[in-house]
């Protein structure tokens, strides 16, 4: 059953939105090649209770291991939206998704429920936890976006960004960042190369990520093909595979968050 949305924490996500300089925001994730970093952007009302949900699914995780590229453990969307209201809640949040829209400049909307990337938590918790360097490549018909944010912060691991390795154009440009809880990233998933650097003795790290989409079609080879790569890298067969992943549910199910989906105007 889908939770119920919490209506304080989106008030909480609005309020913080509101004080956003966005055309400053938004000029910076141009000149960055659709990338930006704002440093603890929610506040500790809008933190703590995701930092409660990453207790509360934690007997969940799946973690995973592949040789040279990643190590770590995830819980997907199909947990989530179960067990974790207020990531639902930012996840759904008109007024989020109006800023998200806002800075890309791009009609975006949420992933669909079969989707367990749509949103998910990231726990890198093991000495040696890290994923190496990618792009959140897109197998959707439209454009992929990313959003990042901290929510447990106790280690030495950053992340590193290489802006502009897409662009022969530019000399590329790297970042290397502590994702304090409620810092964000927001970016273009298929023009950002970026890495999580391993996790040290006795240190954790917890991110949770946010995917949206403008165009959430997806052809039956590209469908396969990310299922596998969820399956194997990040929640596991059962998880993507079983009865929960194969579920729909209705948009009336989605409170607050409903009309999510229901427009694709340019925003901004």
């Known amino acids: 059953m889908p939770v119920a949305l919490l209506p304080p924490v989106a008030d909480e996500i609005s309020r913080a939105l509101a004080a956003l300089d966005v055309e400053s925001v938004c000029a910076t994730y141009r000149v960055q090649n659709e990338f930006i970093h704002l440093d603890r952007l929610f506040p500790e009302a809008v933190v703590a209770p995701m930092v409660d949900e990453v207790a509360r699914v934690r007997t969940s995780i799946n973690r995973n291991y592949i040789p040279r590229h990643k190590k770590g453990g995830s819980v997907g969307y199909y947990t989530l939206r179960e067990q974790a209201p207020a990531v639902l809640t930012l996840y759904r949040s008109p007024a989020f998704l109006d800023f998200v829209r806002g800075v890309t400049g791009a009609p975006v909307q949420l992933c669909p429920e079969s989707d367990p990337h749509a949103c998910a938590l990231y726990y890198y918790t093991e000495p040696g936890d890290h994923i190496g360097f990618h792009y959140d490549t897109s197998y959707y018909k439209g454009t992929r976006y990313t959003v990042l944010l901290g929510l447990v912060e106790r280690s030495s691991s950053r992340l590193v960004c290489q802006l502009y390795k897409d662009d022969p154009a530019r000399e590329a440009r790297e970042l290397t960042l502590a994702t304090e809880p409620g810092t964000l990233v927001l970016?273009?998933?298929?023009?950002?190369?970026?890495?999580?650097?391993?996790?040290?003795?006795?240190?954790?790290?917890?991110?949770?990520?946010?995917?949206?989409?403008?165009?959430?079609?997806?052809?039956?080879?590209?469908?396969?093909?990310?299922?596998?790569?969820?399956?194997?890298?990040?929640?596991?067969?059962?998880?993507v595979f079983g009865r929960r992943g194969t579920r729909r549910f209705s948009d009336t199910s989605r409170g607050i968050g409903a009309a999510g989906n229901a427009g694709t105007r340019r925003v901004g």
């Open 187 to 239: 970016f273009h998933g298929d023009k950002l190369w970026h890495k999580i650097t391993p996790l040290g003795e006795n240190e954790e790290r917890v991110s949770l990520t946010l995917e949206y989409v403008t165009d959430p079609g997806m052809t039956p080879v590209k469908r396969f093909v990310s299922n596998m790569k969820d399956a194997v890298a990040y929640f596991g067969f059962r998880s």
